[in-house]
């Protein structure tokens, strides 16, 4: 695997990371309440997003092996051009629910890299 696609795998897995950090031990009330840990989750989404469009260029038989990466990509976008049309209880659940398989993707192959 290329350096620049272990690069952008690892900055995914940091984002990811950073918003189980974020989340850890919150409810969606805590979320909806909280203006920066909403801005900080988005952040993080935003750069999965972008490092993902980025690894899809430089490596995309890489890309290929992230289940729903043209959905994260759509969803970066979404937060990045339509932020007035964000709902918070969609990103909670993506946080809830979708990041974990992710998170595990990647890892698996950035393991697999070495």
Not at 100 to 110: A, E, M
């Amino acid at each position: 695997m290329q350096l620049e696609a272990k690069k952008l795998l690892d900055d995914i897995r940091q984002a990811c990371e950073e918003i189980i950090a974020f989340t850890d031990g919150k409810v969606f009330q805590d979320y909806t309440e909280d203006r920066l840990l909403r801005s900080g989750v988005e952040r993080q989404f935003e750069i999965i997003g972008e490092a993902l469009n980025r690894l899809v260029k430089a490596a995309p038989d890489v890309a290929d092996r992230v289940s729903q990466y043209r959905r994260i990509i759509s969803f970066r976008n979404i937060l990045i051009h339509g932020y007035d049309l964000v709902e918070d209880a969609v990103v909670w659940d993506i946080a809830a629910k979708d990041l974990p398989l992710l998170h595990s993707q990647v890892v698996k192959l950035l393991s697999d890299a070495h």
